[in-house]
């Protein structure tokens, strides 16, 4: 294919994704191999939506990823008319959990919901609603921007995410709150006995 199919291509990738898209999964999806070529397509895609002032905008997050999202000042107007997304009980749950403590470590909600958690962090990262970056040897989790226009937050901003769910994590799920808090109450145990310990072998 020429320029204008391949950057025709990239655009419906970027439209129908509903997420953002790394160029490595561009490339792989698409079948075009050249990151820097996918990259300048991406690009071209983006100045071609500034230049005729569009509400729609193609942008950069999370370092190295491409999404295509309703400008800030236009999403407000219109976020009545977005479907929400269909979760179940368990899936709004790990959501819940994950905008309240972000950025949290894959590991931790794991611990703290159960191994079904893994699947609800598959289909959330699939419908662009968090993100999940190679973190050590987990994922560091967090909330996207199109989380933040579907449920009516001005923009992805953590600190105001996770004040608002501080208030729905605390009122609905009183057995994760628990879980938290007995971790919080054993790592403070476990700190005192470490200090305690090297108090011994000082004075000894």
Known sequence: MGLLED?????????????????????KALG???????????????AEYAERKSAIEVVRVLGDKFVMQVKQEYSQKVIHLMPRPDLRTGELK???????????????IIKLRGSQAYEHIKKLVEMGLIY????????????????????????NDPMIIKEAFKKVV??????IIAKLEGESSAETETEAEAE??????ESS
């Open 132 to 155: 999940a970056e190679p973190y050590e040897r987990t994922k560091l989790l967090g909330t996207t921007q199109k989380f933040a226009e579907l449920y009516g937050f001005p923009e």
């Open 94 to 108: 790990t959501l819940a959990l994950i905008a309240y403590l972000q950025p949290i470590e894959q590991s931790k």
């Open 7 to 27: 950057k025709a291509l990239v655009e419906a990738a970027l439209f129908v994704s509903g997420r953002p898209l790394s160029l490595k999964e561009l490339s």
């Open 170 to 175: 605390h009122a609905e799920y009183t057995d």
């Open 196 to 201: 305690k310990n090297e108090g011994v072998e």
């Open 32 to 46: 075009i191999k050249s990151l820097d070529y996918l990259e300048k397509l991406i690009e071209l895609i983006a």
